[in-house]
């Protein structure tokens, strides 16, 4: 890919009206563009990035046996009116009678929808566990958006619903998330925090919550400052269920919640009357899991916590892409001639590449390098090509070293392995 | 991936209340389950081509240089009363006011969204064209639904918008596309009949749609009986526009549209005033052109094309998968490591392989195996295995033929490419 043929309307100024470093650089760096309050553009860079973490969510939802599904947005109150939800979520459900006369919304969640999906097929013990998810836009009247993507009208989620025979499935099912969910932030270069949470408007005993501290948060965890351990307090409780930490000072710090995971129970499956039959043919209940992540939120926070003064600095899994190529003269035909040359290179090898071809000042490029943040800069100039050299930047350490041309994809897949 | 293991609820009867066949089979193939008249869920199977066919896309998008971006779906009403179609569309958007009393609307479509946001990028003629599109949810407050996912109110289309100096531009744009639209449909394996058509609410001067003749469509063409070619006529247009043909004798057909691609000119520029730079310095409007595809509109459209009596036949490229083993004894150890075999030298070979791994009769899984359409079929049989040899089965001919083990891989590789 080629900035020329992309479409990254950069920003030098801080945006008016930004409190979040993330909104600042989400928007400074063309990856979304706002609409209107809380409502957002996620511009083709910004979508990669996206893609990419829908990548990672599906390869371990995938390898617990999750299988995806798309759920509608569109849904009749008439089926929220069977759970009580209706009155519990009413205040930032999105709500309209459409020409027919039906009361309907634009879904906050989908309990009900994936609850009423599974009865039309679940009848024997023989078809559980099913565990399904999606990964889909939802909608929430939100009075006070506040710090861009992180509380939006219009959000990105993935949710994931298990449906089990008994409680002792959905524990194994709830292990699985718990543990994908680790893996999931770690590879999106994440530390968090897990904490046992109050399950709110879901309903059922047992919830986790999964909290990156972070300045902007708009919740709390405790935070040890000997051993770096955390367990946290939140909304609901008042620190009382938190383990006290033996070796240091707990300190509360804000975070921001990116999942959620809840043992439901029978909650929905008992008032959506979702029953099976068991091996001895007896009806029981299903029993039900959710799992949900924030995946725009999830975005913002990657960048309010991976960010120098300069820009962004991507973890590698989650980067628009790996590598940029920088020429500094795109007027000198020898030197696109080494850029492409080295930029079909590193495609040949596996590479997510993009080569910044603009007729620019080598000040602007490098600065806009910075701000988007891609983990590898290649930059070619005239003295190093001479000496049949690159130079390549470490984006996150600074660190530049000089490698031969011949060597560069080599080294690259080096570093980024 | 194996059936026990996904979520695939097949329907043997045919469902209550439906009139197209694609309707029928997509349901009856656990593809997609209603959720309320006109909204519908993509199940996993069902979400594995949309998957496939938004692949397709992606590649013919990617190949002319367009790129993708994601709108939102929630979008003000002020912008759409820039363009006075506040009013044109007002019987099919679906409007609100949230709880700042802003006027909202969920998007039937992004004229005015993607304008707005070009606006604010592009300043100078080194900056355009600008090609964007996006795979994304539309709402349209639909009073008569039907044909399940051929006309409903929550649907998925692919959308793109040029943005170009001149005439000229828009017009090499509009070439461009017309060329990816025929490619697009022509992997899907459907022939289409391309229309010259009315522009209607969007504007503009010249445009086209393209047509897949079907019983179900509520468009029509002229098809001539000698040739086989077809011209068309449609809502807007008496035939008037329709050039005779020579050979045969012109009949009128029913067809579903499933794409229109307009040049807008500067309808939508003008109105929100979108102007640039020239080479002379002087400020200019800029050139609009906007391309529609239906998506899941054309998911039905490919099945109301492709099925005989026993189900759904995909194409090779938009089936979920391009083969299923149904090894037909589940409890016999040694076949199903031999099924288990198979199946990985499979997907090492890149092919895209299912297996019906549930302990059903034969008879029950090769309805279901014809009823789902996956193109080629391996049956894996005591008798056959005795030899060293499978069945393997086309779906569209229904030619069958055996082969040994060893060459399987071989010669599916062979027929899929």
Known sequence: MRWSQFYIPTIKEIPIGTEAVS???????????????????????????????????NEEMNAIGAR????????????????????TLKDVMIQFKDKKGRAMCLGPTHEEVITD???????????????????QTKFRDEMRPRFGIVRACEFIMKD?????????????????MYTAYQKIFSRCGLKIVIVEADSGAMGGDISHEYMVPAEIGEDEVLCCDACGHACGINKGKDGSGCPACQKGTLTKKSAIEIGHIFQLGTKYSKALDVSFLDEKGQKKTVVMGCYGIGVSRLIATIIEK???AAGIVWPKEVAPFEVEILPLQ????????????????LVRHGVDVFMDD??????KK????????IPYRITLGKRMLAEGKAEIKDRRSGTVFAVELARVAEKLKEVLR
Chains 1, 2 share one sequence.
């Open 117 to 135: 999906l599974v009865k039309n097929h679940v009848r024997s013990y023989k078809q559980l566990p099913v565990v399904l998810y999606q990964i």
């Open 160 to 176: 994931a619903y298990s449906f089990d025979q008994d409680e002792q499935g959905l524990r194994k099912n709830y292990e699985l």
């Open 366 to 373: 490098f600065n806009d390098a910075d701000l988007i943040g």
């Open 306 to 308: 991976n960010n120098d």
């Open 23 to 57: 909104h600042q650089l989400l928007l400074r760096s063309g990856l979304v563009q706002m609409l209107t309050s809380g409502v957002y553009s996620y511009l083709p860079l910004g979508l990669r990035v996206l893609r990419k973490i829908e990548g990672i969510i």
């Open 330 to 345: 795109v007027g000198d035909g020898d030197m696109m001639r080494q850029a492409d040359e080295l930029y079909d290179g």
């Open 68 to 87: 995806e599904l798309l759920l509608p947005s569109l849904q009749p109150m008439e089926l929220w009116k069977r759970t009580g939800r209706d009155e």
């Open 358 to 363: 603009r007729d620019e000042s080598p000040g």
